[in-house]
């Protein structure tokens, strides 16, 4: 097993990464041995991974930065780095190891503040490891402050720093920060390399697996979350169930409501799941005395924890009322292949009844408004519309679509 096994379907990408990896391990070593350094490289000191939802670019970007902290033994023998196993490569795939620092939007932007520490850190040497490491996981969201901080510390790096942006599209990032990066785009796994994953590594039953796959579209980690959480299941069977609802206002307005209730629900588990942990562990780090007392003049510093959480908490229900409207989007795009008489496999073959109900009561151009109207549901969020009033203006037009 090494580090990149855990990349469905992105072969190509693999390889580029294992070969760039190599190279850097051979800078690294020639440089700690006083030798000359090799004159072509594949290595850069900046990336750039860009695809669909669901793709990877995430774990792409942190395997290779385990790739690159690798201190396996086996390369003294001509092994490849990122064995898995080792502890930089450990420490690195957890998230822990002091010189790879993650950077992800905790609401809608990353805000300049968010980045002075990191932008001041990547100009220091590796503490411990091979490589000074940062991996901005939603790039897309630096705001024009911290896009310019970025763009500063990309133009001019500290020799032994890596910068790994991740961003949908090349599109949604700077114009003069890719220029300065190697672009390696991944594409959405197919149904057949999600299923083998969930049934190999998750140790999933095959129907299970193959049926989550088909769900998702490809999108591994929304796949291992519907194959592996009941809670996840019935959530999408709810709203699969929608369409057929929307038969009157009243109807669309209480699906509104529904749906924007689940989200937030959703959202409310995951922060008791983590913020009482983080708060305990910064108290701790600060000094707490018995009782959690804290020492004086910190707590400016949880206050900022708090409004941290607070940032993520709309950020999380944003993005799990997202998760909805995709399941929405390809009921209805199943809707659309049964209406066109196209043999495409259907995402939602567990739905069949409605989808056959819905095809014939209605025509393509019908069903592609309501797509559209979909779409414009989740543009207006992106747009900080408050959710109840962009779900409702949606169930409303699929009403009338």
Same mark, same amino acid.
């Given at each position: 097993m090494t580090v990149w096994d855990d990349l469905v379907g992105q072969e190509k990408v693999s390889a580029v990464l294992d070969a760039a990896a190599r190279d850097a391990d051979a800078l690294v070593t020639a440089a700690a041995a006083g030798e000359p350094l090799p004159e072509a490289s594949r290595m850069t000191h900046a990336w750039l991974f860009t695809g669909p939802p669901g793709a990877g670019r995430n774990q792409a970007a942190r395997?290779?930065?385990?790739?690159?902290?690798?201190?396996s033994p086996d390369r003294a023998l001509g092994g490849a780095p990122g064995c898995g196993f080792c502890d930089g490569c450990h420490t690195a795939l957890l998230g822990t190891h002091a010189d790879v620092t993650s950077v992800a939007a905790v609401g809608s932007e990353i805000l300049v503040k968010d980045m002075r520490d990191t932008v001041r850190k990547s100009f220091t040497a590796p503490a411990t490891g091979r490589w000074q490491?940062?991996?901005?996981?939603d790039a897309e969201r630096l705001n024009e402050k911290s896009a310019n901080a970025v763009l500063? +510390?990309?133009? *001019?790096?500290?020799?032994?720093?890596?910068? #790994?942006?991740c961003a949908p599209s090349v599109e949604d990032v700077l114009p003069t920060i890719r220029s300065r990066c190697r672009h390696l785009n991944l594409r959405t796994p197919s149904v057949d390399a999600v299923t083998d994953m969930l049934v190999r590594r998750d140790g999933i039953e095959p129907d299970i697996a193959l049926s989550a796959a088909r769900a998702t579209q490809g999108h591994v980690d929304r796949a291992r979350r519907?194959?592996?959480?009941? +809670?996840?299941? *019935?959530?999408?069977?709810?709203?699969?169930? #929608?369409?057929?609802?929307l038969d009157e206002v009243g109807a669309c307005l209480k699906a509104a409501q529904e749906l924007v209730d689940a989200a937030a629900e959703d959202a409310k588990q995951l922060a008791e799941e983590m913020d009482g942990r983080e708060a305990e562990e910064l108290k701790a780090a600060l000094g707490a005395v018995q009782g959690g007392r804290l020492p004086r003049g910190t707590a400016g510093v949880m206050k900022d924890l708090e409004d941290m959480q607070k940032r993520r908490r709309t950020r999380t229900q944003r993005d799990s009322l997202d998760v909805a409207l995709g399941d929405l989007t390809a009921f209805y795009r199943d809707v659309l292949a049964l209406q066109l008489g196209t043999r495409v496999a259907l995402a939602n073959a567990d739905a069949e009844d409605a989808l056959q109900r819905l095809a014939r009561?209605?025509?393509?151009?019908?069903?592609?408004?309501?797509?559209?109207a979909i779409s414009a549901c989740r543009e207006a969020l992106d747009r900080n519309v408050a959710p109840l009033l962009a779900v409702e203006a949606m169930t409303m037009a699929l009403r009338a679509g």
């Open positions: 395997a290779f930065a385990a790739a690159l902290q690798c201190v490491i940062i991996l901005v996981e500063k +510390a990309v133009e *001019e790096p500290a020799p032994r720093t890596v910068w #790994l942006l519907l194959a592996t959480d009941p +809670a996840a299941r *019935e959530r999408r069977a709810s709203v699969l169930k #929608l369409p057929l609802r009561g209605g025509t393509p151009e019908s069903t592609l408004r309501r797509i559209e």
